[in-house]
């Protein structure tokens, strides 16, 4: 972000076009609840005043975070098909059809590469889906406003890669269910976020 604001910052400057308020943008009054939360995507995510300034009256709701959003859904839209198809809504790995699913991963059906990536849609229960779900949106929806969606799309797909090649190594009888792998993905560049931004933030 502070290599956009730098390029930004200069060509604005050198053309006299713009200048950002100076005040700080605690003291804003009047916000829409959109913009509210631009605001606190800023000072989440970024690490001093100007770098927040320059993201609140820069961001535009086009193109919106979609990415995480639209995975949360489908993965929703997917556990409650099962749900109902096979009236079980816990440890659903246990019924024999939902491990006939073509989503579902397991090491024995490694030719079938689509697999690696298309388990991240199925879950166990109510509890894995939850969880997954809410840290998606928590976490994954301000990366992806800020740092934008090829960036966050391939870091998440890249977890749930590396969730499937894991298993097929260590465990050749597990099958595999669940976005947990981008949601540790997720996790760790929020953390790497933290550990780069931390001396600039209160």
């Known amino acids: 972000i502070s290599s956009k604001r730098s390029s930004s910052f200069k060509r604005a400057i050198a053309n006299g076009q713009r200048a950002l308020p100076r005040d700080v943008l605690l003291d804003e009054t009047g916000l829409g609840i959109y913009k509210r939360f631009v ?19 820069q961001h535009r709701t086009c193109p919106p975070p979609v990415f ?25 790995t246990y019924h024999p059809e939902y491990m ?36 998606q949106l928590m976490i994954g929806v301000p990366l992806e ?8 799309s391939f870091l998440y797909l ?10 097929s190594i260590t465990d050749m009888r597990a099958p595999l269910v669940g976005g947990s792998g ?8 929020h953390l790497a976020n933290v550990v780069m931004v931390s001396e600039g933030m209160r």
């Not at 995480?68 to 659903?92: D, E, H, P, S």
């Not at 406003?145 to 966050?152: A, F, Q, T, W």
């Not at 981008?182 to 560049?189: E, F, K, P, R, T």
């Open 182 to 189: 981008g949601v540790y993905a997720l996790c760790s560049a």
């Open 145 to 152: 406003m800020v740092h934008g969606i090829l960036r966050i």
């Open 100 to 135: 006939k699913s073509p989503l579902v991963y397991h090491p024995g059906h490694r030719a079938r590469a689509w697999r690696f990536l298309t388990y991240m849609f199925m879950h166990v229960g109510l509890e894995q889906l939850g969880f997954n779900a809410l840290l």
């Open 68 to 92: 995480m959003a639209a995975v949360t859904l489908t993965q929703i839209i997917v556990f409650l098909c099962y749900g109902a198809r096979l009236n079980k809504w816990v440890l659903q």
């Open 158 to 167: 890249a977890g749930v890669l590396a969730g499937s090649l894991t298993v």
């Open 39 to 57: 605001r606190y995507v800023a000072y989440e995510i970024l690490p001093c005043e100007m770098d927040r300034r320059w993201y609140f009256y």
